[in-house]
Structure formats: C-alpha cells, structure tokens
C-alpha cells in the first residue's frame, strides 16, 4: 500500500535529513515518491528537492500551517497541500518558497485560519468547519442537506457563484483567501459499542446519542433537530472521548477517521451525508495582495491544479484506501479495523432531510441565515448555492465533473 512506502525510513533517519535538507524538501520529497522508499532514496530525492528549491533567492519566503498534516496522512486524505505548494514553488520560478509546517506544530483545526489572520502563518489547512469559529462566514457552506452529493460540491468549487458567495465574502469578512478544498459529506461514526449491533438505517435509531460536533454553528442546528445531541470536542480530543465512551460517536466524515487513526475505535460510519466535509486550503489576504499580480496568477493556476489533483486522487483513496465503498476492498483501512459502512438509502436520507434541513424546517434556521445573508451582502446564500448544487445529474459521479477556473468563468 502507498500509505507503507515510509515504513523502510527510521524516525532517525528522517530526522537526519529534516536537520540537513530542511523539513518541507524533506516531506516534498517523499511526498514525490512512489513505491517503497529506502533511506538512500529519500536522501536523494531531497538533496534534489532542496537544491532546485534554492536554486534562486526566495522574493516571498511563506510559512503553511497544515494543522495536523503529514506526507503519510495526506495519502489517505487527498487534501493537495504538497501538490500546491510543490507546484507554486515550480510555477513561480523560485520567488515563491513556502515551509510546510504540519503535525499541529504551529497551528491546529481550530487555530490554523486565526493565526493566519494574525500574520502568524501565510496559508493553512484545516476544515471549514473548524475553522468556521475563527472565521464566521464558513458557516454558508453548512446548511444542512444544501449539497446532494460530492460531485455537487466540486461542481460548486470549480463554479463562478462559489466566487460571488463564497471566495469575495471571505475576503471582505475575514481577508482570507479561499483557495481549493477536498469534498465529502458528513455522517456520524459510532464509537466500539456499536461493534456488535445491526447497521444502523435511519437516525431514528441515534435519537438520544451524544455526538462530537465541531466549530460550525449550523451542524448542530442540524444535530439538535436530529435529536443527536452535538457535543463540542476539538477534533484533537475526539479518539480519546471515542476510546473512553464519553460520547456515542462524531460527526465527520470518512477520510478523516481513516487519516487521524480513529478506525480502531469506530465501529460504523453512518453514511448520513448531511452538510459538508471540506478539508480547505486558504491564505491571508494581505500576503496574496502582497505579491503582485504575476504571483498571484501563479498562486491561482497552482491552486487550480491542486484542486483538480484533490477531485481525482480523492476519489480513488475513498474506496482503494479507507474503505469507503459497498463492497469494500480488502487491505484497505476500515476493514483491517473492522469499520463497517452505512450506505444509506435514499428514503432514509430524505427523512433525515425532512427533519432537519432549511426546506422542510426553516424556523430554527432563521436567525442564522440572516445573519449569514447580510455578511454576504444580502444574497439569499442558502437558496443561492441551494440552485447551484442542483446543476448536475445527481447521478453523477464526482470524478467526472469538469473542473473549470472559477476566477475566470463566467
């Protein structure tokens, strides 16, 4: 399995080559490497990472907070971040050079958007729903059912309104800039004693859980009218209160209990798909006003190309290596752990959809969705990226929606 391909490199070792090439040639480096990676290998490939990255002086020296990020768990979840800085470093001839700062060393889910508000870091990564606290504005992306299926979300990234009602206010709100995302949808993964009971299908039978939420407001409107009890817990704390039963499970989505090692404690992911999962990636506003126009391009052309590499490699990771997929492969991370899948029907969708989302119950979803549309400008933001989602066949399959430069369609 690619997500092995380190395993022949001891943690001494890459130490040695962090101290000598510097961490993000280093991580480049293997992040480049296919198959099993010996140490001579990895030594190699980043002596050459590191002498074609400073092979000019740097006019903009950036630092990224990729909150718990790794080259090992960015294989399970696709998020595109070494892709895109990779790529912007060759793109921009140099005058770019960013340092990939992960592992929650200089910022986490919950911090990563405030420091860089703060001037503390230039990009991060990190959920919009974690993130939502420290940036408010995110929370449009929450409206329960908005969005049927993944490839409905891509086709809203890739889509000029996501520009309009997404990227501008962002800007204006909170002088972030909104760059690409990877997209799931969010369900609830049950905690080991639901291990030896029959697969849940329909949240009915989660009336009275008490479940992990995360920074987004509008998830636990959604949560309560569920009747599953949102209970917020940093995502860092989220394996222990599984381990110690001190909640019934947690709203997440799949690739994120694969990549953060929870699968030995989560015994069901319950495929209810209610609001979005988008691990983003975005920047300080000022940085990127900063640079100029020329860099800025290539900021924007990187950030395509990574979004691009994120619908296609994602895909292929949910099902050849979490598990995410009916039947599931074998080798693959859930069913090494015994991690069994909920794919839901359609009727039990539409029922938990007619219990919680703005269609069917828009009174507890009022006060949000003022305030949301006045941020926005006065847009009707629900209504708005409500249509868009609903452009494509529901049918179709995320792979094969057509990426397009948002910044530039019309």
């Given at each position: 399995?690619?997500?092995?391909?380190?395993?022949?490199?001891?943690?001494?070792?890459?130490?040695?080559?962090?101290?000598?090439?510097?961490?993000?040639?280093?991580?480049?480096?293997?992040?480049?490497?296919?198959?099993?990676?010996?140490?001579?290998?990895?030594?190699?490939?980043?002596?050459?990472?590191?002498?074609?990255?400073?092979?000019?002086?740097?006019?903009?020296?950036?630092?990224?907070?990729?909150?718990?990020f790794n080259p090992r768990n960015l294989?399970?979840?696709?998020?595109?971040?070494?892709?895109?800085?990779?790529?912007?470093?060759?793109?921009?001839?140099?005058?770019?050079?960013?340092?990939?700062?992960?592992?929650?060393?200089?910022?986490?889910?919950?911090?990563?958007?405030?420091?860089?508000?703060?001037?503390?870091?230039?990009?991060?990564?990190?959920?919009?729903?974690?993130?939502?606290?420290?940036?408010?504005?995110?929370?449009?992306?929450?409206?329960?059912?908005?969005?049927?299926?993944?490839?409905?979300?891509?086709?809203?990234?890739?889509?000029?309104?996501?520009?309009?009602?997404?990227?501008?206010?962002?800007?204006?709100?909170?002088?972030?800039?909104?760059?690409?995302?990877?997209?799931?949808?969010?369900?609830?993964?049950?905690?080991?004693?639901?291990?030896?009971?029959?697969?849940?299908?329909?949240?009915?039978?989660?009336?009275?859980?008490?479940?992990?939420?995360?920074?987004?407001?509008?998830?636990?409107?959604?949560?309560?009218?569920?009747?599953?009890?949102?209970?917020?817990?940093?995502?860092?704390?989220?394996?222990?209160?599984?381990?110690?039963?001190?909640?019934?499970?947690?709203?997440?989505?799949?690739?994120?209990?694969?990549?953060?090692?929870?699968?030995?404690?989560?015994?069901?992911?319950?495929?209810?798909?209610?609001?979005?999962?988008?691990?983003?990636?975005?920047?300080?506003?000022?940085?990127?006003?900063?640079?100029?126009?020329?860099?800025?391009?290539?900021?924007?052309?990187?950030?395509?190309?990574?979004?691009v590499h994120v619908q296609a490699a994602?895909?292929?990771?949910?099902?050849?290596?979490?598990?995410?997929?009916?039947?599931?492969?074998?080798?693959?991370?859930?069913?090494?752990?015994?991690?069994?899948?909920?794919?839901?029907?359609?009727?039990?969708?539409?029922?938990?959809?007619?219990?919680?989302?703005?269609?069917?119950?828009?009174?507890?979803?009022?006060?949000?969705?003022?305030?949301?549309?006045?941020?926005?400008?006065?847009?009707?933001?629900?209504?708005?990226?409500?249509?868009?989602?609903?452009?494509?066949?529901?049918?179709?399959?995320?792979?094969?929606?057509?990426?397009?430069?948002?910044?530039?369609?019309?």
């Amino acid at each position: 399995m690619l997500l092995d391909k380190l395993q022949g490199v001891s943690r001494r070792d890459l130490l040695r080559l962090t101290k000598h090439f510097g961490v993000t040639s280093t991580l480049l480096a293997a992040g480049g490497l296919t198959g099993a990676v010996t140490f001579s290998r990895l030594a190699e490939a980043a002596n050459s990472t590191y002498e074609k990255r400073f092979k000019t002086p740097a006019k903009h020296s950036l630092k990224f907070g990729a909150a718990g990020f790794n080259p090992r768990n960015l294989l399970i979840e696709r998020a595109g971040v070494l892709q895109f800085i990779n790529d912007l470093e060759e793109r921009s001839n140099g005058a770019i050079r960013i340092e990939f700062i992960g592992n929650n060393q200089i910022c986490g889910q919950l911090n990563c958007v405030k420091k860089t508000q703060q001037g503390i870091v230039d990009f991060y990564a990190a959920s919009t729903q974690n993130s939502a606290g420290g940036a408010p504005y995110l929370n449009v992306l929450d409206y329960a059912y908005m969005f049927p299926t993944r490839a409905s979300q891509y086709h809203f990234l890739y889509h000029p309104g996501s520009q309009k009602v997404l990227r501008d206010p962002m800007r204006k709100k909170h002088g972030i800039e909104f760059l690409f995302s990877h997209a799931e949808l969010r369900g609830i993964m049950l905690g080991l004693k639901w291990k030896d009971k029959p697969l849940v299908t329909s949240v009915t039978e989660l009336a009275g859980t008490k479940n992990r939420v995360t920074g987004t407001q509008l998830g636990r409107i959604a949560m309560n009218l569920m009747k599953l009890n949102p209970t917020p817990i940093a995502w860092e704390e989220t394996l222990d209160g599984l381990k110690q039963g001190l909640i019934d499970g947690a709203e997440t989505w799949a690739s994120a209990v694969a990549y953060a090692n929870m699968s030995p404690v989560v015994s069901q992911v319950i495929d209810l798909e209610f609001f979005c999962g988008t691990e983003h990636t975005a920047m300080n506003s000022k940085v990127f006003d900063k640079v100029g126009g020329e860099l800025q391009d290539a900021i924007m052309e990187s950030a395509y190309l990574a979004q691009v590499h994120v619908q296609a490699a994602h895909e292929a990771s949910l099902v050849n290596t979490c598990g995410y997929s009916n039947p599931q492969l074998p080798d693959t991370i859930f069913v090494k752990n015994g991690t069994r899948v909920s794919f839901m029907s359609d009727a039990a969708k539409k029922e938990a959809e007619q219990m919680c989302s703005p269609e069917f119950q828009p009174k507890p979803w009022e006060q949000w969705r003022e305030r949301i549309n006045g941020w926005s400008g006065g847009m009707d933001t629900y209504k708005f990226i409500y249509d868009i989602a609903r452009e494509i066949p529901k049918d179709t399959k995320a792979e094969n929606v057509e990426p397009r430069r948002w910044w530039k369609s019309s």
